[in-house]
C-alpha cells in the first residue's frame, strides 16, 4: 500500500501542497483531478522522490520513502510516466522496453524481465502486433503506452 500523509512540498518558499493525504492499496486504480496549478504533479514527483524538502509521510508498505533516492524509489516499484511520450523513436518497440529495465538487466533477472513483457503484451496487444517496429512510428496513443 502507498499511503501518504499530510504532505506539505514547497518551490523555494512558496508552499505548492498543505496537508495532502491518500492511500492507494495494491491492485487499486485512482485519478488525481485538479485545476492547472493544483498541486498533482508536484505530488506525484515528491512521491517519485523528484522534488526534495516536502514534510510529512510518504510510505510503501511501511517503509518511509523519505530520503530515497529516485532510483531507489524505481526499484521498489514506483516510477512516473510523465506526458510527452518520452520514448526512444529510433528503437524498436522491444527495445524500448527491454532498455526500461536497465536496472534489473545488472542483477540477471532475465527471466522476471521476460514474465514482465508478456504481461505487456498481455496489457497492450497492440505493442506485440509492433514489437520489432521503430517506436518512432508508433501513433501517439501507442507511443504513450510505451512510455507506460
Given at each position: 500500500?502507498l499511503?501518504?500523509?499530510?504532505?506539505?512540498?514547497y518551490?523555494?518558499?512558496?508552499?505548492?501542497?498543505?496537508?495532502?493525504?491518500?492511500?492507494?492499496?495494491?491492485?487499486?486504480?485512482?485519478?488525481?483531478?485538479?485545476?492547472?496549478?493544483?498541486?498533482?504533479?508536484?505530488?506525484?514527483?515528491?512521491?517519485?522522490?523528484?522534488?526534495?524538502?516536502?514534510?510529512?509521510?510518504?510510505?510503501?508498505?511501511?517503509e518511509?520513502?523519505q530520503?530515497?533516492?529516485?532510483?531507489?524509489?524505481?526499484?521498489?516499484?514506483i516510477?512516473?510516466?510523465?506526458?510527452?511520450?518520452?520514448?526512444?523513436?529510433?528503437?524498436?518497440?522491444?527495445?524500448?522496453?527491454?532498455?526500461?529495465?536497465?536496472?534489473?538487466?545488472?542483477?540477471?533477472?532475465?527471466?522476471?524481465i521476460?514474465?514482465?513483457?508478456?504481461?505487456?503484451?498481455?496489457?497492450?496487444?497492440v505493442?506485440?502486433?509492433?514489437?520489432?517496429?521503430?517506436?518512432?512510428?508508433?501513433?501517439?496513443?501507442?507511443?504513450?503506452?510505451?512510455?507506460?
Open positions: 500500500m499511503r501518504v500523509r499530510n504532505l506539505k512540498c518551490y523555494g518558499r512558496i508552499q505548492a501542497i498543505n496537508g495532502v493525504s491518500l492511500s492507494v492499496s495494491q491492485g487499486e486504480l485512482i485519478a488525481l483531478i485538479g485545476a492547472n496549478g493544483a498541486g498533482k504533479s508536484t505530488l506525484l514527483q515528491a512521491i517519485c522522490g523528484l522534488l526534495p524538502g516536502w514534510r510529512g509521510e510518504i510510505r510503501l508498505e511501511k518511509s520513502l530520503g530515497l533516492t529516485p532510483p531507489r524509489i524505481v526499484q521498489r516499484g516510477s512516473l510516466v510523465p506526458e510527452g511520450r518520452l520514448i526512444f523513436p529510433p528503437l524498436s518497440v522491444v527495445d524500448n522496453l527491454r532498455l526500461g529495465a536497465y536496472l534489473r538487466y545488472r542483477k540477471k533477472e532475465a527471466e522476471a521476460e514474465r514482465d513483457l508478456q504481461t505487456v503484451w498481455e496489457l497492450f496487444p505493442l506485440q502486433e509492433r514489437a520489432r517496429q521503430s517506436a518512432g512510428t508508433l501513433s501517439g496513443g501507442e507511443q504513450q503506452m510505451l512510455a507506460i
